[in-house]
């Protein structure tokens, strides 16, 4: 019930295309759901992040969209540039846990 | 503003030996958490600090402990280490109790850890 699960686990996309992954969960507690972008040798670096209360946030050409009743989060990178190559993190939390459960990761490769 | 850091970057340690990993906050954070990289598990929670205080903890043997010094630094130990411990450790800095689930965590460029 702690688990999010994260796909695709890998994703390429051509320069312009739009990068879609998707995440799901089980626990109804959690209330808060960041997208961590991780380079090679460095950590993770918050993108985005929204509470189930907006269905949509976006910010520049990323955008995240929340479905309560799929239990469903979705990171949209619109208008996909080659320095957007990354892996790509889902997160959620509880309340009073102190801690985020993330995904699997989505290795992201845009091609110039 | 200095990021969260980490020392060392790179450790190597042989199999049953103890190891202690440290994490400077930014500063004024007084939140820190520790999590495990690791290609097969992704990113586990290891622990969280506030104030010196441990406020939760990961699913993990008892050989990984942790403390937190009055000026927000922390470090983590592993004892008697497995080949299974080696990761990347990543060390996330927040300013408030509950900041993280404002702001989001501030992360570390982690400490890579093989044991050999």
């Known amino acids: 019930q702690q688990q999010v699960k994260q796909s695709p686990q890998s994703l390429i996309v051509q320069k312009g295309g739009i990068s879609i992954i998707i995440c799901a969960y089980e626990?109804?507690?959690?209330?808060?759901f960041p997208w961590y972008q991780q380079f090679p040798g460095k950590g993770p670096a918050l993108l985005i992040a929204?509470?189930?209360?907006?269905s949509e946030k976006k910010e520049g050409r990323f955008t995240i969209s929340f479905n309560k009743s799929a239990k469903q989060f979705s990171l949209h990178i619109m208008d996909s540039q080659p320095g957007d190559s990354a892996t790509y993190f889902c997160?959620?939390?509880?309340?009073?846990?102190?801690?985020?459960?993330f995904g699997t990761g989505t290795r992201l490769k845009v091609l110039a | 503003k200095a990021g969260v850091t980490q020392t060392p970057r790179y450790l190597i340690k042989t199999r049953g030996q103890q190891v202690t990993l440290s994490c400077s906050p930014i500063?004024?954070?007084?939140?820190v958490s520790w999590y495990q990289q690791t290609p097969g598990q992704g990113l586990q929670f290891l622990f969280e600090y506030f104030s010196e205080t441990q406020r939760n903890k990961g699913n993990f043997p008892g050989r990984f402990s942790g403390r937190q010094f009055s000026n927000s630094r922390s470090e983590m130990n592993v004892s008697t280490l497995e080949l299974g411990d080696s990761a990347l450790y990543l060390c996330a800095s927040s300013a408030n109790s509950d900041t993280y689930r404002n702001y989001g965590y501030t992360f570390g460029s982690g400490t890579r850890l093989t044991v050999v």
């Open positions: 626990n109804t507690a959690f209330d808060y």
């Open positions: 500063s004024g954070h007084r939140s």
């Open positions: 929204i509470r189930p209360d907006v």
């Open positions: 997160a959620a939390s509880e309340s009073g846990t102190y801690k985020y459960i």
